[in-house]
């Protein structure tokens, strides 16, 4: 369900809106907010709700790993896009669970008219390195389907 209002949205976002992004806004077009789930000094596996208000998404990236690594997303609200390098976008929604193998160059985040959060996981690896590489182009984003 899309979700334009932010108040109506923190209603439904179970896993909080967390703190502005601050650390990666240079990789991000529009504003997006972090609450880590874990603790990476407690734990392997470092989980955090990840909040894109309408229209942000994050640049191209890749999870470098040389075994095991890679991201899962784990859909909890409004709505969003993903998007591997030379394949069609895929539409997410609360309970759509992407697997994003290492070495994949991808991209996701919100529609330009929904407010979105995910679960994002870090899966863990061997000699895992995230590359941060250009921006999602307007035209390319304003070319995607309004669903």
Known sequence: MK????DQFNEINVFG???PNDAYAQYFSGQS???PLTNPQETA???????FEPGCRNSWHIHHAQKGGGQLLI???G???YQEE?????SLHPGVVITIPANVKHWHGAKKDSWFSHIAVEVPGEHTAN????PVSDEDYNALPNE
């Open 33 to 35: 907010f972090l609450n």
């Open 3 to 6: 979700i334009e209002n932010q």
């Open 17 to 19: 809106l967390g703190t």
């Open 86 to 90: 030379g394949k069609a976008p895929v």
């Open 75 to 77: 859909c909890t609200a």
């Open 79 to 81: 709505e969003g896009w």
């Open 131 to 134: 590359e941060w590489l250009e």
């Open 45 to 51: 596996v470092f989980l955090a709700n990840v909040t």
